[in-house]
């Protein structure tokens, strides 16, 4: 029976703008997750208009992984790295992402961070769009918008794979692209840069804004082949299961009608084709959608090699009495709680079974490589007396996960690359802008209120993943 595989990548995850701080070193631009202030579970992040003076906002210092990278790659390689997924700040290389010329300064961080990687044998799994984009392009061109946002995309993409071809060989476009089929402002923005106008069909803005991202990731990912046929390029989606509350077939079709809603974009970059139910859903709408034949003929042309996503937590769906015959209600989806689970701090469901569910529907559908990229448990850590962090609950959770992980390889026969879990170093949360929900194997030293030292300490889960990577995944105890 075949496990994980000889060259399976073990690593973790993170995002340049929750960890790097240094947000106006090296001629970096501001970018959208500078706009961003502090929240919690029950105060939404703020996007104000540009960087306001007195107000609070953490991705500009996060944990300093700008002046420190050094000092922690020595204790990524310590706790056994196979691969450290990270992105590169768009507005490190392109300040306002419409210059003509890319920050030299910008693109030497990358070359050392990279450099300082591969002396450990940790390969980089770099994302290009990770929720964040030049701010400028977001006030000047309107964010994704607009179709000149793909000329710009592909010009960052095309300069970092040129500079990194030798360094990179994992690449990913954009960070759980379907994040913003929600239509809320978070997932608009941060995916798009789309703050929705008085009057403004939001759902029609983010179908177009897809449709976009979709014809730059296709782009992109022609592009990144021409110039290093090795390279290998992926999708990389959100990926929360719907189950529907009752074996009533209204529930089965909403469940089947909500899954389909949310991976349309693995239907566009997997199979290069935008799937028949939304072809009929556009006309229904009458979206009148700016999408060209030459840009069918793109994303037909540009399907990706492999599929990453996060998981976190499943869903449970019910249809209504009144639910419309295409079974399509956004943002009013009944969800509801499913008794059989537990939940985090967060109020995240916790369903390690689902995550062996989501690697078989995506492995059925797109017949792709997978990576899980992002899986992990926010919580809030507390040191004991003599100041370790017995963190039992992660390592818990992790060892459920790679446990049906594992179940979807040797008994589903899925083809899986990797494991990252995520905020494998704690950092700034992208949903609440907080460092006190932790994801972390290693601590840093800060809190909510931005007090602290930033200095790393090793927590149990570091020790237990440590020896999963040694044993490639045998031994989880």
Sequence with gaps: MT???????????????????????????????????????DTAREITDGVLPGRNYPNHTAIDFYGNYRDDVKLFAELGLKCFRTSIAWTRIFP?????????????????????????????????????????????????????????????????FKRYQHKVKYWMTFNEINNQTGLNEWGLFTNSGILVKSGEDAEKAMYQAGHYESVASALAVQIGHQIN????????????????????????MKAERAMQANYWFADVQCKGKYPSWLQRYFERKNFDLDLTLADLDVIKAGTVDYI?????????????????????????NHEVKNPALTRSDWG?????????????????????????????????DKKDADGQINDDYRIDYL???IAQM????????????????????????????????????????????????????KKASFNWYQHVIKTNGADLD
């Design 229 to 252: 046929p090795n390279f290998q390029i992926g999708a990389m989606f959100a990926m929360g299961p719907t189950y529907p509350a009752t074996p009533a077939p209204a529930d089965v």
């Design 308 to 332: 990453g996503f996060s998981y976190y937590a499943s869903h449970v769906i019910k249809a209504d009495a009144n639910e419309p015959v295409d079974f399509m209600t956004p943002m009013a």
């Design 399 to 401: 060892r459920q996960h």
């Design 96 to 160: 306002n992402g419409d210059e003509a010329e890319p920050n030299e300064a910008g693109l030497k961080f990358y070359d050392d961070l990279f450099d300082d990687l591969l002396k450990y044998h940790i390969e980089p799994v770099i994302t290009l769009s990770h929720f964040e984009m030049p701010y400028h392009l977001v006030t000047e061109y309107g964010g994704w918008r607009n179709r000149k946002l793909i000329d710009f995309f592909v010009k960052f993409a095309t300069v970092v």
């Design 348 to 380: 995240w469901e916790i369903d390690p079974m689902g995550l062996r569910y989501a690697l078989n529907w995506f492995s059925d559908r797109y017949d792709l490589p997978l990576f899980i990229v992002e899986n992990g448990l926010g919580a809030f």
């Design 3 to 41: 496990e994980f595989r000889d060259d399976f990548l073990w690593g973790g995850a993170v995002a340049a703008h929750q960890l790097e701080g240094g947000w106006q070193a090296g001629g970096k631009g501001v970018s959208l997750a500078d706009v961003m202030t502090a929240g919690d579970n």
């Design 406 to 457: 594992k179940l979807a390889v040797t008994i589903d026969g899925v083809d899986l690359m990797g494991y990252t879990p995520w905020g494998f170093i704690d950092l700034v949360s992208a949903g609440t802008g907080q460092m006190d929900k932790r994801y972390g194997l290693i601590y840093v030293d800060k809190n909510d209120a931005g007090e602290g030292t930033l200095k790393r300490g």
